[in-house]
């Protein structure tokens, strides 16, 4: 039998101590059934006595019939218990400063009268019905035998969990492997709360949980307090795929789940960030690229179908020819003479190898190399006639403090000419809203933009902007990028560079379509 641990999930309280998010209460009830959709076992949804709004989100969240448990923070005071109860919560999770600083300076009174009133606030919520933890905060730097006689007393008022709080990330893996197997020997249910000041969050969790912790506290993206706490994602796949640990998690759902959870928190995650991060199983060097297609195992730490993402290969100054023989392949172009491809068009030796070097010579300028850029090059070297069924004729926004932002557009699409206009939240929007309307009248109305990033690519109001949309049409997928001083300018030129590319229709000369064949477990793409 696998030993299985339990995740209680943070991210709507310590998450949201992130400096500069705050979820309202209806994003709050979306992310929480998110989890507990997932398999999360308890979700830490807010401090009730913060707000009338947290109480309203934890009280909405308590009552959404959700099978995790649902628990509000709370200090050691009546007023935050009974703001907690007041929610419905199934349990409450009262914070003990353990350690001598913080008892000393931020409560200043003694030892003996701590423990006096962690055991009377304990009490007093277990005689209302619900589940207590305590969350011993900075326990990491606490006197350990005075942690441990805290947990025994707190243990008899019949606290149900026993939560060490490496609270400013200090812990190390050995010191968390002795704490925890120090107080298992008490019989306690322990959680581990750990924070990745130093970068050791999951690290400390992992070794908590091998010595006894039967909980660990986790938040989506390791969102957090300064540099965050342990992340969902990291611990669980840790656990699970190192160390044979269960937990009650849908792994192949963790992906969703971060991405849902840094839309809503308006926080993208970096690019390199373990497991969800953009180039987290993003391949671009031609050695690798050609070694994963040889074998999948040889640059991947496991399958990343696992936690719901598809492996991509990237365009760059590291591309090879492994890739650009795959992505030629994949619109349909053949580089093998004695295979007739679906658009009868063959790209011979040397011009693969004019391609990997116009693509090397981009990535060497620093540049992003999009799909359509790529394309470009394919079209460029290969003669290959495209026809561009969208093009922009002119553009004007108005926007500004009391107007509604307002885009009119003069495009054609096949060569008739359509003149629009739209309302956004900003221009931007205005203008995207525009296009989208002038193209759904020529029935191109199927494109969903999946990204959009915009960089300044040099410092002042005057810098050029590249803008990078990834769109996606059935299961087709697009990077394309446009740049102007103008942002909406920018913005709009990108949308129809990647919309272009997704309803090609003729090329050559010839009435074949660019073959969209089923990607396997492939996705095509610069980001
Ligand atoms: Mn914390």
Do not use: W
């Not at 709080?165 to 019989?187: Q, Y």
């Not at 054609?412 to 205005?430: L, N, Q, R, S, Y």
């Amino acid at each position: 039998m696998k030993r299985k641990v339990m995740i209680l999930d943070t991210t709507l309280r310590d998450g949201e101590q992130t400096p500069g998010i705050s979820f309202t209460p209806e994003e709050k009830l979306k992310i929480a059934m998110q989890l507990d959709e997932i398999g999360v076992d308890i979700v830490e949804a807010g401090t009730a006595v913060v707000s009338e709004g947290e109480r309203r989100a934890i009280r909405d969240i308590a009552n959404a019939g959700l099978s995790a448990k649902v628990c509000s923070f709370a200090r050691m005071l009546r007023d935050d218990i009974d703001a907690a109860l007041g929610c419905d919560v199934d349990a409450v999770n009262i914070v003990v400063p353990v350690s001598d600083a913080h008892i000393q300076k931020k409560l200043r009174i003694s030892r003996s009268e701590l423990v006096e009133r962690a055991v009377e606030a304990t009490e007093y919520a277990k005689a209302h019905g619900v589940e207590v933890e305590i969350s011993a905060e900075d326990a990491s730097r606490a006197d350990f035998a005075f942690l441990k006689s805290v947990f025994k007393h707190l243990s008899e008022a019949s606290a149900d969990r026993l939560c060490v709080c490496d609270t400013v990330g200090v812990l190390t893996p050995e010191r968390a492997k002795d704490i925890f197997g120090e107080l298992k020997k008490e019989n306690f249910t322990l959680s581990a709360h750990c924070h990745n000041d130093i970068g050791l969050a999951t690290a400390n969790s992992v070794a908590a949980v091998i010595s006894g912790a039967d909980f660990v506290h986790v938040t989506v993206n390791g969102m957090g307090e300064r540099a965050g706490n342990a992340s969902l994602e990291e611990v669980v796949i840790a656990l699970e795929i190192l160390y044979g640990i269960d937990t009650n998690i849908k792994k192949e759902r963790i992906y969703e789940t971060s991405l849902i959870v840094r839309k809503l928190a308006k926080m993208p995650v970096a690019p390199n960030k373990p497991l969800v991060g953009d180039n987290a199983f993003t391949h671009e060097s031609g050695m690798h690229v050609h070694g994963t297609l040889a074998d999948e195992r040889l640059y991947e730490p496991f399958d990343p179908r696992i936690i719901g993402r598809t492996r991509r290969f990237a365009f760059g100054k590291h591309t090879g020819r492994a890739s650009v023989k795959m992505a030629l392949d994949e619109m349909g172009i053949s580089t093998d003479q004695s295979r007739r491809s679906p658009t009868g068009i063959f790209a011979s030796e040397e011009q693969i190898d004019q391609i990997i070097s116009r693509v090397k010579e981009l990535g060497d300028k620093g540049k992003l190399v999009t799909d359509a850029d790529f394309q470009a090059i394919v079209d460029d070297v290969l003669q290959i006639k495209r026809e561009e069924r969208i093009k922009l004729i002119d553009l004007s926004v108005v926007s500004g403090k009391h107007v509604q932002p307002t885009a009119s557009l003069r495009l054609t699409v096949d060569g008739e000419e359509i003149v629009v206009a739209d309302v956004g939240v900003g221009p931007v929007d205005a203008a995207i809203n525009a296009l989208r309307k002038a193209l759904s009248s020529r029935k191109i109305d199927d494109v969903r933009l999946d990204e959009y990033h915009v960089d300044a690519i040099t410092g002042g109001t005057d810098a050029l902007v590249n803008v990078v949309v990834k769109v996606s049409r059935g299961d087709k997928t697009i990077t394309a990028k446009g740049v102007s001083e103008d942002i909406v300018l920018a913005s709009v030129l990108a949308m129809i560079n990647g919309i272009n590319r997704l309803y090609e229709r003729n090329f050559h000369n010839s009435t074949i379509r660019i073959r969209n064949k089923a990607k396997k477990n492939t996705e095509l793409s610069a980001r």
